[in-house]
């Protein structure tokens, strides 16, 4: 679906129905986009009731990549309960997507919605590792609470890599932008990134500050460690943290009726 829709976005004879017409084959995709549009993400003063008028208020590219954080909630299933439940794991995930539209807001970055799915994305290869390698990642967890480590270095203690370079291998392979790839890999370590740099400090900014809050659980007990570099890139003095962080907290709460698919 995603792949279908930037081809469509990126021919030179595209409309809006066109576009309009592929969202809404999906009805669920539809219903979830039309909620997400029509909350304080955006706060337009009147109800957008169909997709077609998504596309023309919103942006076609823009709403490409809400399709993509919609679509998202689809994967969102069998996490075993006893590590995370999916609800849980979701909020995270969605809380750090709104931390990261609202830092970059406060940076004046266009595109928000980019910042917010590559938020939604940032622990896509945790979820794949808790689906496919329960029995290590029971260990992993384990280790994060007796040890009192981060439950990144945990993983790597007992697999040798970790989710971030998961994430990383899983947008690769599904030819997703460039950009999501380097700030899924190094979201843990900023410092490392290259090519986007900033994009990669603001959300690993917006993980430490939604662990910080307890919106929803990745799994892990404790708050990430923040690195000094990502911090200095962001435009907040200390005065600016309460009241940023009750933006994030507000906003994210008014994300959450978007739910994953039930377990």
């Known amino acids: 679906m995603y792949l279908r829709l930037h081809e469509a976005i990126s021919h030179p004879n595209s409309s809006l129905q066109m576009i309009g017409t ?9 219903a979830r986009l039309l909620r997400l549009v029509n909350s304080s993400f955006y706060g337009f003063p009147k109800k957008i009731a169909t997709i077609s008028e ?17 679509m998202m909630m689809k994967l969102f299933t069998g996490i075993p309960k006893e590590f995370v439940s999916t609800q849980d794991f979701w909020l995270h995930c969605l809380s750090v997507g709104v931390a990261s539209k609202v830092i970059a807001d406060e940076l004046g970055e266009d595109e928000l919605e ?8 940032h622990d896509i290869g945790r979820l794949i ?25 945990a993983e790597r203690s007992l697999f040798g890599f970790t989710h971030a370079e998961v994430g990383r291998a899983l947008i690769e392979q599904w030819h997703l932008p460039a950009s999501m790839l380097e700030v899924v890999r190094y979201h843990h370590q900023p410092e490392l990134a290259k090519q986007y740099p900033l994009e990669t400090a603001v959300i ?16 892990d007990r404790f708050v990430p460690p923040l690195v000094r570099a990502a911090w200095e890139r962001m435009p907040f003095s200390a005065a ?5 962080m009750e933006r994030i907290e507000r906003e994210a709460n008014d994300l959450a009726v978007l739910e994953p698919l039930d377990e």
């Not at 590792?129 to 009192?148: F, S």
Request: proline share 2%.
């Open 240 to 244: 600016r943290v309460e009241p940023l």
């Open 204 to 219: 690993h900014t917006a993980d430490v500050l939604v662990h910080a809050l307890s919106l929803g659980s990745s799994g």
């Open 54 to 70: 998504a596309v023309l208020l919103v942006g076609s590219r823009q709403v490409r990549d809400l399709a993509m954080a919609t």
């Open 22 to 30: 592929i969202i809404t084959e999906d009805a669920s995709l539809s």
């Open 114 to 121: 980019r910042y917010f799915v590559l938020g939604v994305m």
């Open 129 to 153: 590792l808790y689906q496919t390698e329960a029995d290590r990642m029971r260990e992993a967890l384990q280790k994060n609470r007796t040890e009192r480590i981060p439950l990144c270095a």
